[in-house]
């Protein structure tokens, strides 16, 4: 009688959930080894990623100048506390451009640490601010431009290198919780709440 069960051929691409066979795997990892990390599976156009993860870098370095500076100047009744923020979210901005850094490294890349043209690559603004109301305002506007610059790198990220789009998904998360503390924070200033109510175009309603 015959059997009705067939032997698959050795390798038969229908009977492995993985794409590669694992002969082709080892082939091809010994390909262009000096590339690291970066393997021939890797989806992305590198040159994109890389741009966009230094003006990602650029972004958190501008971040960490204007919390640092605010940290310093912060003055008035309600300063101690909100320096405190400023100077623990500098910090964490300082990780972010570190992640960052290290990431343009594993995929060949060299992370640009130059102050020329700092802030023109960074998506948010250096703003110094005078009241501590303006601080706080500038440092939320900052975050939501990071957010959304981050979003869309994620988006653009998809499937096509999920370490990075990952490691910005993580860096987005921590981006929100800095502009919820400083919505907090403005609400709670005795100006606050005026300020971030008013009509964007009431200041030259008179004019
Ligand atoms: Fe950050
Ligand atoms: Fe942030």
Do not use: W
């Amino acid at each position: 009688m015959r059997s009705t069960q067939t032997t698959a051929p050795k390798n038969a691409p229908a009977e492995t959930p993985f794409l590669s066979d694992v002969t082709e795997l080892r082939r091809r990892a010994r390909e262009h080894i000096e590339n690291g990390a970066l393997t021939p599976s890797y989806l992305a156009n590198k040159e994109v990623v890389l741009n966009l993860l230094n003006d990602a870098l650029a972004t958190e370095l501008v971040c960490v100048l204007r919390y640092r500076r605010h940290y310093f100047m912060a003055r008035g009744i309600h300063s101690q506390a909100v320096a405190e923020e400023f100077l623990a979210h500098s910090n964490e901005e300082q990780g972010h451009a570190d992640q960052i850094a290290e990431r343009i490294v594993q995929l060949g890349g060299e992370p640009n640490f130059s102050p020329d043209g700092l802030t023109s690559r960074s998506h948010a603004e250096y703003i110094e601010g005078t009241t501590l109301s303006d601080m706080i305002r500038e440092n939320l506007v900052a975050e939501r431009i990071a957010i959304d610059s981050y979003r869309d790198f994620i988006q653009y990220l998809g499937e096509k290198d999920p370490t990075t789009r990952r490691l910005m998904e993580s860096i987005l998360a921590v981006e929100e919780e800095h502009a919820d503390d400083l919505a907090d924070l403005l609400q709670g200033m005795p100006d606050g709440q005026s300020e971030v109510r008013r009509p964007p175009m009431s200041k030259h309603s008179n004019d």
